[in-house]
């Protein structure tokens, strides 16, 4: 080992060998937040709660979640996908809107719910995507197909964006038998 003598380099040292830790503690609690079996024990809200307040504590952006309503559960798998979403909003809010603020709500109605978050960001127009760059809003809708929901995107220059996730349980309930209600047989 090299003995430093300069107080300047010792110093860049300490901020460094702080910074690794900061890196590899980060590390854990972002392998903790993609476990399975982590989002099924404390659930969706729990889970979306635990993200906010690391988001607030980076200082990248002010988050904000409310929920809506008495809190069910919708399902492991469909908990694990809408987490997922929620990554991916969060993500694209802090890599490309300049936003402030993020809006999460969770809305639990029966038979159906409603994952809304909201930035104040410098928005987009649908048009001038360019999704050959990346596949960040293709991945939100496609997530949302898989456990039946609808996601709408909603965003314009100016006007930060919106992304509503919407699964209608009912809805789920009718197809899980194989049989459509409109199906002829």
Same mark, same amino acid.
Do not use: M, W
């Given at each position: 080992m090299i003995a430093v003598t300069d107080p300047l380099q010792q110093t860049k040292i300490n901020e460094n060998r702080d910074l690794i830790a900061q890196v590899i503690t980060d590390l854990?609690?972002?392998?903790?937040?993609?476990?399975?079996?982590?989002?099924?024990?404390?659930?969706?809200v729990k889970t979306i709660e635990n993200e906010v307040n690391k988001l607030n504590k980076s200082g990248l952006i002010n988050a904000e979640i409310t929920v809506e309503g008495e809190i069910y559960a919708l399902g492991e798998q469909r908990e694990l996908v809408l987490f997922r979403i929620f990554q991916e909003a969060v993500n694209n809010t802090i890599k490309h809107s300049g936003a402030s603020n993020l809006k999460i709500n969770l809305q639990y109605i029966p038979e159906m719910f409603n994952l809304t978050?909201?930035?104040?960001?410098?928005?987009?127009?649908?048009?001038?995507?360019?999704? =050959?760059? $990346?596949? /960040?809003?293709?991945?939100?809708?496609n997530r949302a197909t898989v456990i039946g929901a609808a996601a709408k995107i909603?965003? =314009?220059? $100016?006007? /930060?964006?919106?992304?509503?996730?919407?699964?209608?349980?009912?809805?789920?309930?009718?197809?899980?038998?194989?049989?459509?209600?409109d199906r002829v047989s």
């Open positions: 854990r609690d972002l392998s903790k937040s993609l476990s399975f079996e982590h989002i099924s024990k404390q659930g969706l978050l909201k930035d104040d960001g410098v928005g987009f127009s649908a048009n001038s995507l360019d999704y =050959s760059r $990346g596949s /960040g809003l293709t991945n939100i809708e909603s965003s =314009s220059p $100016g006007n /930060g964006c919106s992304i509503e996730v919407t699964l209608n349980l009912l809805q789920q309930r009718l197809y899980i038998d194989g049989k459509h209600p």
